[in-house]
């Protein structure tokens, strides 16, 4: 099966531009996540989708990162203004269902972020 | 608060030797781990998981990891590293609700 795909693969902007990141999740997994990972720290989560709807947005910077997920599938993570600590990898994640026990994440190759 | 803690930023081992990885979690209740490799410029890729029954779990690669609940821990073992193992491993939990926990992760170094 296909994987977890995202796009761009690396992006370098100046701080206060802005920036929007695809992810397009295996086909039939109904949930999908926005991590981010800074360099040397474990995977963060930003926001957690089932279907299109959203789970969790607890630890998202909504004054500058926005996230959907039109119509269950693809999702765009957006950041407007960029600030310097946005600098990370933002990988996307998807899973059959939103179960712990049922399924396990599948992790697309990621989306590097230079703020300059 | 729940946590996931990895105590060995860096790791040196050479190609053929053993490798362990340690990983200590902290939930109220045994959660479910995993296991995850990172090699650079890559996602993540699940190398093994743990939700119940036998505590000593393999993954592929030739891993394995033993669960221990007396200790709160999940350890990574490989009998005889290869240097493709150089990459940054994660260890991450989850108590059965959606949220996983990572670990800050272990970089590995294989010496020729």
């Known amino acids: 099966e296909a994987g977890v795909a995202q796009s761009p693969r690396y992006k370098i902007i100046e701080k206060r531009q802005s920036v929007a990141f695809w992810c397009n999740p295996i086909?039939?997994?109904?949930?999908l996540y926005w991590y981010q990972q800074i360099l040397g720290q474990g995977p963060k989560l930003l926001i957690q989708?089932?279907?299109?709807?959203?789970?969790?947005d607890s630890q998202l910077p909504k004054d500058r990162f926005s996230a959907e997920r039109l119509k269950g599938v693809d999702s765009t993570l957006k950041i407007q203004p960029a600030k310097l600590e946005d600098s990370a990898v933002y990988l996307c994640?998807?899973?059959?269902?939103?179960?712990?026990?049922?399924?396990?994440?599948?992790f697309g190759a990621g989306s590097r972020l230079t703020v300059l | 608060a729940q946590s996931v803690t990895q105590p060995d930023i860096h790791i040196t081992v050479s190609e053929g030797a053993s490798l362990e990885l340690r990983c200590n979690y902290s939930?109220?209740?045994?959660?479910?781990l995993f296991w995850y490799v990172q090699s650079p410029g890559q996602g993540l890729q699940l190398l093994l998981k743990y939700f119940s029954g036998d505590t000593l779990v393999q993954g592929i690669k030739g891993f394995e990891a033993e669960f221990k609940r007396s200790q709160s821990s999940f350890n990574l073992r490989k009998p005889s590293v290869h240097w493709s193992d150089a990459a940054e491993y994660f260890c991450?939990?989850?108590?059965?609700?959606?949220?996983?926990?990572f670990g800050t992760g272990t970089r590995l170094k294989v010496l020729a």
């Open positions: 086909s039939g997994h109904a949930t």
């Open positions: 989708f089932q279907n299109n709807g959203v789970v969790d």
């Open positions: 994640a998807s899973s059959f269902t939103g179960t712990a026990g049922a399924n396990v994440l599948t």
């Open positions: 991450a939990a989850t108590s059965g609700t959606y949220k996983y926990i």
């Open positions: 939930y109220g209740a045994t959660p479910y």
